[in-house]
């Protein structure tokens, strides 16, 4: 008997971390309700100034455009058309993000990067978290085809969740995640449009609280195919994340800078002070969002880019 139960053990905690067999169950395209956002801040920012430059900037989870208030502006005064939507899901309802799944986010971010494309002679893609993520899977994707962007940013990208192999311990509660989505799509979920505990300006951010552990899982899932084609991405790429990060460990930079193949790869080191967040949404952060956007503008306009690591 004790065999059969060392082998259910077994079973169940391989079938919760490799997440064998898994795949995203709501795969069909959606677009987003502007008209539902739970407030004006939540919604999509768009600058347009008839720029042939423009840039794409994609919010993590579960946040909001809000993330990029002020390098949005930055960018329209550096010149460029500026783009954050609202994904799907998000920014309305949490209920509404509990039914809905990577594959879905990124098929929406794919056809607004495409028109885009279309549209600009340069176009650009920034993403924090799990938009830096999409935007390493849009340079898979579109790299080496006519729908090439011209540079990638990132910011406390994640490629590995957990990992025994790596060190990477993001949160232990994904080992049984898998078992729990069975149950319940979401935990204690709710709005949060401020942060009365946070400084810094992590007190003024917009989007979900909680464990969204359907989505989460889905997300978790996409992280293995990206790692796997990073060397993949052949245009000029700038990787950056803060050494102290609580959200994201600082380790994914790490596998990013040795796993990808850009021939014009910089990456770069944050070390934030004693502050009251997380030190993960980067841009949002009054003390760093000046110095890291002014960095980001150099190496966006640099049409020489060094190859060097930063």
């Known amino acids: 008997m004790w065999i059969i139960i060392l082998l259910l053990l077994i079973a169940f905690i391989l079938w919760n971390t490799t997440l064998i067999g898994y795949r995203d169950k709501q795969t069909q395209r959606l677009q987003t309700d502007e008209s539902k956002v739970f407030c004006e801040m939540a919604r999509s920012i768009t600058y347009k100034q008839g720029s042939n430059t423009a840039i794409l900037l994609v919010h993590g989870f579960p946040s909001t455009p ?3 208030t002020y390098s949005a502006k930055r960018f329209h005064d550096a010149g460029f058309d500026v783009y954050s939507p609202l994904m799907p899901g998000f920014g309305t309802d949490p209920k509404d993000l509990e039914q809905t799944t990577f594959t879905q986010w990124f098929d929406f971010i794919c056809r ?3 028109d885009l494309r279309s549209k600009y002679e340069t176009l650009f893609v920034l993403g924090t978290s799990m938009g830096g993520l999409m935007t390493l899977k849009l340079g898979e994707h579109y790299c080496n085809s006519d729908k090439e962007p011209d540079k990638l940013v990132t910011i406390a990208a994640p490629v590995v969740y957990n990992s025994f192999r790596e060190g990477i311990f993001t949160d232990k509660r994904q080992y049984i995640a898998r078992t729990l989505a069975l149950f319940k799509p979401s935990i204690n979920v709710r709005i949060i449009t401020e942060n009365s505990k946070g400084e810094d300006g992590s007190d003024q951010w917009y989007g979900y609280g909680g464990t969204f552990i359907r989505p989460g899982l889905s997300l978790v ?3 293995p195919s990206v790692r796997k084609n990073l ?3 052949t245009c000029p790429l700038f990787s950056i994340h803060d050494v102290n990060d609580r959200v994201i460990p600082f380790k994914n930079l790490k596998i990013i800078e040795r ?4 021939p014009n790869f910089r990456s770069l080191v944050t070390t934030m002070g004693d502050f009251n967040h997380g ?3 980067l841009l949002s ?3 760093i969002q000046a110095s890291l956007t002014d960095t980001i503008l150099d190496f966006l306009q640099n049409k ?3 190859d060097a690591q930063t």
């Open 304 to 306: 020489e880019n060094s």
């Open 259 to 262: 796993e990808q193949k850009s």
């Open 112 to 114: 607004y990067y495409e």
């Open 231 to 233: 060397g993949s991405i």
């Open 66 to 68: 809000a993330m990029y």
């Open 285 to 287: 952060y009054h003390s």
């Open 279 to 281: 030190r993960h949404s």
């Open 221 to 223: 899932h996409a992280m």
